[in-house]
């Protein structure tokens, strides 16, 4: 394909964002929709390439503008021995798996390791166990250092490990303290689990109240039962207290009277003891807010420019240390973009020991407010959110529309405020976020009307839906092209950025580097790169002072130069690591928004697409982003655009996914499967996390699903995939091998595979008994082991299948010995079946002539037919003819 011809130059035009929208507003209003996307996406016009500086709007030059700021406690974390809470307690008899801490929340606890000592270790990565809460949300969780390290695959507590805590941990401890009146605590950790399932499977855990005056002692109490009972990973076990997301109950003014009485009333009213703030460790951290507000009711927003000189004031910090924690390139510090304005940004930063300042801060954040209306935790994302896989399906536009509304509406009366968050040890509340002046921020920000604010993301939206409803009235052929798929995987990056910070994954990082404009990454602006990457390469001094690893020249003499060497060896072996030499060029945003490198839309292109180019997305990125291989998304958008007559009895194998299993009384109710009595657990389901806010675990919840349920439902998905997946005759217009009705199908069970009178499922198939290897080859065909090599090359029925990406992404991460159980036990139930398809790597069903297979229908010996094999211990199968 001929590369497009190169653009003629443009002629720079500088807008201010206002004037920017009333561009995009004319184009829309005059019905120029080919030139209002490009102008809007593109930022071209007319011969002119549009150059957005929101610094127009900056604060500075209007002295008039009152900024008001109010200050506020929004949370808390502390790890004690004692539970610290001044009140009765809610304990959970059994601990929810999601409740697990394992978001890092930036504070760290020592752990005594044999071989190298004490050392300090993020809380999140040793094993924790929600035990119980008070108030609404407050959590309470036990931590027990003595299991951190070895081979675990997280830190949540293994079922084996739950029932040993309860049995020999937290209920002696319970009738230790409250004797008989811990009567109607269950017995066992089984005996719960009993009573706690309910006839569908799905577990409501029972809750208990501690009353306030046991509360103090139930720690030592637990510790001491473990101990009693021989449990040695309960020594050490650790209290870790969260309170979370009350920021609006402490509302107070920016001064340290205030900030006194605010915080002692914050701790009365969350019922903790104020002991806390006399004690001289460290381990009890709390975030500290201040939120700005613009007094004329507009949009304030933070300028990226300003984030070192806020650093610097917030954290007490020197000049160098402040410029280093805020450098593009640095480990320490992730830039949220602002509704794609390189000029505007929060930003999230982990300081370190070095640039802590006085106040020890552990974390800080800075972001607009503005992002609470489309904030929704759902799979992983944090906002409000549209995947490639639902443009391509064509499920975009009422999501469009909702979005486009809710910013409309919001030009009324919501205005966005900045946010500036500090963590720090408890011992500082009081003092963090208490020496800074109007004057700050009048130099840190930018304000804007809310109707040209919440316009400039209006119109975006408006233009990305104009190209996917282009996209979808074109030709099939050109729709397929990799410019035009680009474009489409570009369209639901952009339009979560306008409300959320910009996703920068691999994948979301291959999209920028295909449909941004490439720069020189040499001596580039940092502030003008599209994500977090050197404009040069590290020295191996800058690289481990990024990690906090560097030791400071003063403090070097001889008997640290090994020291030193060390540091700078491990800068070494993680240059290696990172792979190939950063590439020359490096996507950014050089005209103040975030424009997509040259449209091609109207005219002589019936299809929205890029301007050609040879660069590409992986074929890991493409998966990741679609959520199938190219051949598959191609396929997809062909058939989408053809519509074939065909028999319409014959089954739907090429769909993309089987349906999903429902009982309908044709399977056992309840787990079939009995491994968790014998200690065997899933792992949580993994997350994956990425915010410029932290949010409530609570929120990211899934339901929890043991090891006995998921089995259960694989076997009976499993049952119901290999008859969706069954093969069909060519022609197009021939009957199904398979003669179950569509309804029939969704009723498949075990008792299917074992009826041996073929007829009964069957137009045709060759048949014949498996050696008992045989079976045993077609099951691991079925289930792969642990360590089986993941499926490549062409690729036939598995990807259908429900159950096969369950069990692939189970064995994945679920330990070997728990894998070989779930196996067995699946093996025991396989050989329960009469006959099964002869299931090979590539494919679950065969249809060619085999001549050492058997017919009993009474056609043609060399026609095709699905082969199946019989189970060696089962008779000869029968066939009946009408």
């Given at each position: 394909m001929?590369?497009?011809?190169?653009?003629?130059?443009?002629?720079?035009?500088?807008?201010?964002?206002?004037?920017?929208?009333?561009?995009?507003?004319?184009l829309?209003?005059?019905?120029?929709?080919?030139?209002?996307?490009?102008?809007?996406?593109?930022?071209?016009?007319?011969?002119?390439?549009?150059?957005?500086?929101p610094?127009?709007?900056?604060?500075?030059?209007?002295?008039?503008?009152?900024i008001?700021g109010?200050?506020?406690?929004?949370?808390l974390?502390?790890?004690?021995?004692?539970?610290?809470?001044?009140?009765?307690?809610?304990i959970?008899?059994?601990?929810r798996?999601?409740?697990?801490?394992?978001?890092n929340?930036?504070?760290?606890?020592?752990?005594?390791?044999?071989?190298?000592?004490?050392?300090?270790?993020?809380?999140?990565?040793?094993?924790?166990?929600?035990?119980?809460?008070?108030?609404?949300?407050?959590?309470?969780?036990v931590?027990?250092p003595?299991?951190?390290?070895?081979?675990?695959?997280?830190?949540?507590?293994?079922?084996?490990e739950?029932t040993i805590?309860?049995?020999?941990?937290?209920?002696?401890?319970?009738v230790?303290?409250?004797?008989?009146?811990?009567?109607?605590?269950?017995?066992t950790?089984?005996?719960?689990m009993?009573?706690?399932r309910?006839?569908?499977?799905?577990?409501?855990l029972?809750?208990?109240?501690?009353?306030?005056?046991?509360?103090?002692?139930?720690?030592?109490?637990?510790?001491?039962?473990?101990?009693?009972?021989?449990?040695?990973?309960g020594?050490?076990?650790?209290?870790?207290?969260?309170?979370?997301?009350?920021?609006?109950?402490?509302?107070?003014?920016?001064?340290l009277?205030?900030?006194?009485?605010?915080?002692?009333?914050?701790?009365?009213?969350?019922?903790?003891?104020?002991?806390?703030?006399?004690?001289?460790?460290?381990?009890?951290?709390?975030?500290v807010?201040?939120?700005l507000?613009?007094?004329?009711?507009?949009?304030?927003?933070?300028?990226?420019?300003a984030?070192?000189?806020l650093?610097?004031?917030?954290?007490?910090?020197?000049?160098?240390?402040?410029?280093?924690?805020?450098?593009?390139?640095?480990?320490?510090?992730?830039?949220?973009?602002?509704?794609?304005?390189?000029?505007?940004?929060?930003?999230?930063?982990?300081?370190?020991?070095?640039?802590?300042?006085?106040?020890?801060a552990?974390?800080?954040?800075m972001?607009?407010?503005?992002?609470?209306?489309?904030?929704?935790?759902?799979?992983?994302?944090?906002?409000?959110?549209?995947?490639?896989?639902?443009?391509?399906?064509?499920?975009?536009?009422?999501?469009?529309?909702n979005?486009y509304?809710?910013?409309?509406?919001?030009?009324?009366?919501?205005?966005?405020?900045?946010r500036i968050?500090?963590?720090?040890?408890?011992k500082?509340?009081?003092?963090?976020?208490?020496n800074?002046?109007?004057?700050d921020?009048q130099?840190?920000?930018?304000?804007?009307?809310?109707?040209?604010?919440?316009?400039?993301?209006?119109?975006?939206?408006?233009?990305?839906?104009?190209?996917?409803?282009w996209?979808?009235?074109?030709?099939?052929?050109?729709?397929a092209?990799?410019?035009?798929?680009?474009?489409?995987?570009?369209?639901?990056?952009?339009?979560?950025?306008?409300?959320?910070?910009?996703?920068?994954?691999p994948s979301?990082r291959?999209?920028?580097?295909?449909?941004?404009?490439?720069?020189?990454r040499?001596?580039?602006d940092?502030?003008?790169?599209?994500?977090?990457?050197?404009?040069s390469?590290?020295?191996?001094?800058?690289?481990?002072?990024?990690?906090?690893?560097?030791?400071?020249?003063m403090?070097?003499?001889?008997?640290d130069?090994?020291?030193?060497?060390?540091?700078?060896?491990?800068?070494?072996?993680?240059?290696?690591?990172?792979?190939?030499?950063?590439?020359?060029?490096?996507?950014?945003?050089?005209?103040?928004?975030?424009?997509?490198?040259?449209?091609?839309?109207?005219?002589?292109?019936?299809?929205?697409?890029l301007?050609?180019?040879r660069?590409?997305?992986?074929?890991?990125?493409?998966?990741?982003?679609?959520?199938?291989?190219?051949?598959?998304?191609?396929?997809?958008?062909?058939?989408?655009?053809?519509?074939?007559?065909?028999?319409?009895?014959?089954?739907?194998?090429?769909?993309?996914k089987?349906?999903?299993?429902?009982?309908?009384?044709?399977?056992?109710?309840?787990?079939?499967?009995?491994?968790e009595?014998?200690?065997?657990?899933?792992?949580?389901?993994?997350?994956?996390?990425?915010?410029?806010?932290?949010?409530?675990?609570?929120?990211?919840?899934?339901?929890?699903?043991?090891?006995?349920d998921?089995?259960?439902n694989?076997?009976?998905?499993?049952?119901?995939?290999?008859?969706?997946?069954?093969?069909?005759?060519?022609?197009?217009?021939?009957?199904?091998?398979?003669i179950?009705?569509?309804?029939?199908?969704?009723?498949?069970?075990?008792?299917?595979?074992q009826?041996?009178?073929?007829?009964?499922?069957?137009?045709d198939?060759?048949?014949?008994?498996?050696?008992?290897?045989?079976?045993?080859?077609t099951?691991?065909?079925?289930?792969?082991?642990?360590?089986?090599?993941?499926?490549?090359?062409?690729?036939?029925?598995y990807?259908?299948?429900?159950?096969?990406?369950?069990?692939?992404?189970?064995?994945?991460?679920?330990?070997?010995?728990?894998?070989?159980?779930?196996?067995?036990?699946?093996?025991?139930?396989?050989?329960?079946?009469?006959?099964?398809?002869?299931?090979?790597?590539?494919?679950?069903?065969?249809?060619?002539?085999?001549?050492?297979?058997?017919?009993?229908?009474?056609?043609?010996?060399?026609?095709?037919?699905?082969?199946?094999?019989?189970?060696?211990?089962v008779?000869?199968?029968?066939?009946?003819?009408?």
């Open positions: 001929p590369e497009d011809n190169e653009p003629v130059p443009l002629i720079i035009k500088s807008h201010s964002l206002e004037s920017f929208c009333v561009s995009a507003k004319r829309l209003e005059a019905k120029d929709y080919h030139s209002f996307v490009r102008f809007v996406l593109s930022g071209v016009h007319g011969g002119h390439q549009a150059f957005v500086d610094i127009l709007n900056r604060l500075s030059l209007d002295p008039e503008h009152e008001t109010l200050r506020d406690y929004d949370s974390l502390g790890v004690d021995d004692e539970i610290q809470v001044d009140d009765s307690i809610t959970q008899v059994l601990g798996v999601e409740d697990t801490l394992r978001k929340v930036h504070i760290n606890l020592e752990v005594y390791d044999e071989e190298t000592g004490p050392q300090d270790v993020p809380v999140h990565k040793i094993p924790n166990l929600a035990i119980g809460k008070w108030d609404t949300h407050n959590l309470i969780r931590v027990f003595a299991l951190y390290g070895g081979d675990r695959l997280g830190s949540h507590l293994s079922q084996l739950q805590f309860y049995e020999k941990g937290l209920r002696p401890a319970v230790a303290l409250i004797g008989n009146r811990a009567a109607d605590w269950p017995p950790y089984a005996d719960e009993f009573r706690a309910g006839h569908n499977g799905q577990l409501s029972g809750t208990r109240v501690l009353p306030r005056w046991e509360v103090p002692s139930l720690g030592s109490a637990i510790r001491r039962a473990l101990k009693d009972n021989g449990v040695l990973w020594e050490g076990m650790k209290i870790l207290h969260q309170i979370r997301g009350v920021k609006n109950s402490s509302t107070h003014g920016m001064n009277p205030a900030a006194a009485y605010a915080l002692d009333d914050w701790l009365r009213l969350n019922h903790l003891r104020p002991a806390i703030m006399n004690m001289e460790s460290s381990s009890w951290f709390i975030d807010g201040i939120e507000t613009s007094e004329l009711g507009e949009c304030l927003l933070l300028r990226t420019d984030h070192t000189s650093v610097r004031k917030v954290l007490e910090i020197n000049e160098s240390h402040a410029s280093r924690i805020t450098k593009m390139g640095s480990t320490k510090y992730t830039r949220d973009t602002t509704s794609h304005l390189s000029a505007l940004s929060g930003c999230r930063i982990t300081p370190g020991v070095r640039a802590q300042g006085r106040f020890e552990v974390y800080l954040q972001y607009q407010t503005d992002k609470m209306l489309t904030s929704r935790p759902d799979q992983g994302h944090f906002g409000k959110f549209l995947t490639a896989k639902d443009a391509l399906a064509g499920k975009y536009a009422p999501f469009m529309d979005l509304h809710l910013y409309s509406r919001a030009m009324v009366d919501n205005s966005s405020k900045v968050e500090v963590r720090v040890p408890l500082f509340a009081t003092e963090v976020l208490l800074l002046s109007i004057s921020f130099a840190s920000f930018v304000s804007f009307g809310l109707v040209t604010w919440w316009s400039l993301r209006a119109y975006r939206v408006t233009a990305l839906k104009f190209l996917l409803e996209q979808d009235d074109g030709e099939a052929e050109l729709r092209t990799h410019p035009a798929l680009l474009l489409t995987a570009a369209v639901p990056w952009i339009l979560n950025g306008l409300h959320s910070a910009p996703d920068d994954g979301s291959e999209i920028m580097d295909a449909v941004l404009p490439l720069s020189n040499e001596g580039l940092p502030n003008i790169l599209a994500y977090n990457t050197r404009t390469m590290p020295t191996f001094r800058e690289d481990s002072e990024d990690e906090g690893e560097v030791l400071e020249l403090d070097v003499d001889e008997e130069e090994e020291d030193v060497q060390e540091v700078e060896e491990r800068g070494r072996l993680r240059q290696r690591r990172r792979g190939a030499p950063l590439s020359e060029l490096t996507p950014c945003i050089p005209y103040g928004l975030l424009f997509l490198r040259p449209l091609r839309v109207g005219g002589t292109t019936p299809v929205p697409r301007c050609w180019s660069v590409f997305i992986s074929e890991h990125a493409f998966r990741f982003i679609f959520g199938a291989d190219e051949e598959t998304i191609i396929h997809a958008i062909r058939r989408s655009r053809i519509a074939a007559s065909r028999n319409p009895n014959r089954t739907e194998n090429r769909k993309k089987t349906l999903s299993f429902v009982n309908h009384g044709q399977a056992p109710e309840g787990p079939i499967f009995h491994l009595a014998e200690g065997y657990s899933l792992p949580p389901v993994p997350r994956d996390e990425g915010s410029d806010m932290e949010l409530e675990e609570e929120d990211m919840a899934e339901p929890r699903v043991g090891l006995d998921f089995l259960t694989l076997w009976n998905q499993f049952l119901l995939d290999i008859t969706e997946v069954s093969p069909n005759p060519k022609p197009a217009d021939q009957p199904p091998y398979c179950l009705s569509p309804a029939k199908r969704k009723l498949v069970n075990a008792a299917t595979y009826d041996l009178c073929l007829s009964n499922y069957f137009t198939v060759q048949w014949k008994y498996a050696e008992p290897s045989d079976w045993v080859f099951f691991d065909h079925l289930f792969p082991p642990k360590n089986a090599k993941v499926k490549t090359g062409k690729i036939q029925n990807l259908q299948t429900t159950y096969y990406s369950k069990w692939e992404s189970m064995r994945a991460r679920t330990d070997a010995e728990t894998v070989k159980k779930m196996h067995k036990n699946l093996f025991l139930r396989f050989c329960q079946l009469s006959w099964f398809p002869a299931a090979q790597a590539n494919r679950i069903w065969w249809t060619k002539v085999d001549r050492r297979s058997s017919k009993s229908s009474g056609l043609s010996p060399n026609s095709p037919a699905p082969r199946i094999l019989l189970h060696p211990d008779q000869v199968p029968t066939w009946q003819w009408d």
